[in-house]
């Protein structure tokens, strides 16, 4: 059957339940997705990239032809995104820079070291987004930044913080997209501390200097992440969760939920609801955490699907920003992008098509078995027809086409790296 043929019958499908197909796919086609650059060189960036990957996260696996320069990387992003359906943005961190060479320390990091990616955007069509790196980085190898006890070192990551706020506001003032900047740093003691008040204390100090000046948030909207440990940070991790939503509440700020960033019997989808019950908007980072903060690919399982519907049914489309955030070396990088980006897209996609009026008008009528018998029946609903239709509609890579042409681009272009 048909692409289109197939695509007609599950309008008529979708139709009984009151869900209108193309509109759907219309929705989900504008909503923006940012897709990390850093799966494409395991987190090495541009200021050292032979430098160790420190502050408690790891990339592993040694897969060949991963990106060794910022034209290399960006190729390779080019090529992914040619699989991946929707509105696109790629999210950047500092140490990606183009210095053109010379040696810029993390505090002196301005616009003027990415008006060629902003150009390259431009002419890609992308957004961009913006992180600043505190982490990998002399000044943070004994596990603290802004929360640092050396008053001296504090000012060098505050200045890094406040700069980055500048870059951020510059590619959304170039590209007309707000640009999201996010705030994770990776301070935390590897055994218990007795005095974690006081270093919270330097924390918050460094948060009120960095977010003293206000920006313009049509061009730049800023979030803090918090994480619950990281290697060499078991027994404390100073942005906890209760830190950063007080933080967010504080300076009007944007709360990022990371998938891999809370216990493991934590739910990113439970939480959506409730933090914006309080806070303007959020920042998603999406990712899959394997018993931990382990950054799997994104595949299109329970809770993936769990947070697409989440926004959906609590109309929050225009309040949650859509991040990616794993990293895996151990299988070809671009395929990495192509997958887990697809399977972002297909999670909106289930969502966008799922008849909510129709289960909460049961909800609200306190009719749970209808509830859940609807929910259960409509998990066989020709899915897989639309989603196809939708990748077509994009002029992307319909089914299983794209795996082998991303097979020979490793054998033409990986390979030789």
């Known amino acids: 059957m048909s692409t289109q043929k197939a695509l007609e019958c599950a309008r008529e499908i979708y139709a009984k339940y009151g869900v209108d197909v193309d509109a759907a796919m219309k929705s989900v086609a504008e909503t923006p997705v940012s897709i990390h650059c850093w799966q494409g060189d395991d987190v090495a960036g541009f200021e050292n990239p032979d430098g160790d990957l420190t502050g408690g996260i790891q990339s592993t696996g040694n897969y060949p032809g991963k990106a060794r320069t910022l034209d290399e990387l960006r190729a390779d992003f080019e090529f992914a995104a040619k699989f991946i359906p929707g509105k696109k943005k790629l999210a950047l961190h500092a140490i990606y820079l183009d210095a053109a060479g010379k040696k810029v320390e993390r505090n002196e990091i301005g616009p003027e070291h990415f008006t060629s990616w902003v150009q390259w955007a431009k002419e890609k069509g992308f957004g961009l987004d913006y992180n600043p790196t505190f982490f990998s980085h002399p000044l943070s190898a004994d596990g603290l930044t ?70 313009n948030e049509e061009y730049t909207q800023e979030a803090v992440e918090s994480k619950v440990f990281g290697i060499g940070a078991e027994s404390c991790t100073i942005g906890s969760h209760e830190f950063y939503m007080g933080c967010a509440m504080k300076h009007d700020k944007l709360l990022t939920l990371d998938t891999g960033h809370y216990h493991p019997t934590e739910l990113v ?103 859940l018998a609807y929910l259960e029946e409509i998990k066989t609903l020709p899915f897989g027809a639309v989603w196809n239709a939708y990748c077509e509609a994009q002029n992307v890579s319909v089914g299983d086409s794209w795996i082998a042409e991303m097979k020979k681009y490793e054998r033409e272009v990986l390979s030789a790296r």
């Open 269 to 371: 989808s439970d939480k959506i609801s409730g933090v914006l019950t309080y806070l303007k908007a959020v920042m998603l980072h999406v990712s899959r955490p394997v018993r931990w903060d382990s950054d799997h690919v994104v595949i299109f399982d329970d809770e993936l699907r769990a947070i697409a519907t989440e926004i959906k049914r609590g109309g929050f489309e225009k309040r949650v920003n859509i991040g990616l955030d794993f990293f895996d070396g151990s299988i070809n990088r671009i395929a990495c992008w192509a997958i887990g980006s697809r399977n972002m897209q297909k999670a909106l996609l289930w969502a966008a098509l799922e008849p909510v009026a129709m289960l909460q008008k049961f909800e609200a009528e306190g009719d749970y078995t209808s509830r």
């Open 146 to 215: 802004l929360s640092h006890s050396d008053p001296a070192i504090r000012k060098y990551w505050i200045e890094h913080g406040i700069n980055s706020r500048h870059v951020a506001e510059y590619f959304g003032r170039e590209l007309g997209q707000t640009a999201m900047n996010n705030f994770w740093v990776p301070d935390g003691f590897k055994d218990t501390p007795v005095n974690r008040a006081l270093t919270r204390s330097y924390l918050a100090d460094s948060y009120d200097q960095i977010f003293a000046e206000k920006l």
